[in-house]
């Protein structure tokens, strides 16, 4: 009995995670679709600059419609110093894209992203929204998945972190961290 339940955490584990080990490597190009339609890679849209890649999905509750308007206070601040790419993935088209933008709200630029990019930085199921950093030598500083949930994770682990009731709490003190790494990227301390 034991045996099975090993195997079904170990299965369990494997189906849901993110290669936290990317922290320390090179960023992983992919390809996506701008709000205007064009096709692009991501390393087009960075081109050697600090970038913050926001991955979501739509279906995600509550980190897309709970944190991802969250992210709109950085963007407005930090813009002009970093890349933010918001990475939607799912087939979705531009109209969509704007209706989700409105209904958010959402001022990040989105992008559609293709299975590379899922690949590439292996993200399943339960990741989102999974958020990358990535300097201006194209290297991954930091992870952060689900920074909504009481189950989020930090790459590498923020020692400063603290559990947090709710989810707004939760939301908060990510917001935080990420304006935190934002400031090492672009060299604020």
């Known amino acids: 009995m034991k045996k099975v339940i090993v195997a079904l955490l170990t299965a369990f584990s494997l189906s849901y995670g993110f290669d ?22 991501a390393s087009q849209i960075i081109d050697h600059k600090p970038a913050v890649i926001v991955f979501f999905a739509i279906g995600d509750q509550p980190g897309t419609f709970k944190f991802l308007p969250n992210m709109n ?45 899922i690949r590439n930085y292996d993200i399943r199921k339960v990741d989102v929204p999974l958020i990358v950093f990535v300097d201006k030598e194209g290297l991954i500083t930091n992870i952060i998945a689900r920074p909504e949930s009481s189950m989020e994770e930090i790459y590498p682990p923020e020692k400063s972190l603290k559990e947090k009731e709710t989810i707004e709490e939760r939301i908060s003190q990510s917001i935080e961290i990420i304006e935190k790494y934002i400031k090492k990227l672009i060299g604020d301390k």
Request: proline share 3%.
């Open 73 to 117: 206070r950085l963007y407005e601040k930090y813009k002009d110093k970093a890349v933010f790419m918001a990475v939607l993935l799912s087939r979705s088209n531009k109209n969509e894209v704007q209706e989700l933008k409105k209904m958010l709200p959402l001022k990040l630029p989105v992008y559609l992203g293709y299975s590379d990019a």
């Open 20 to 41: 936290s080990s990317l922290v320390g490597k090179e960023f992983r190009d992919f390809r996506s679709i701008d709000e205007k339609g064009n096709v692009v890679k």
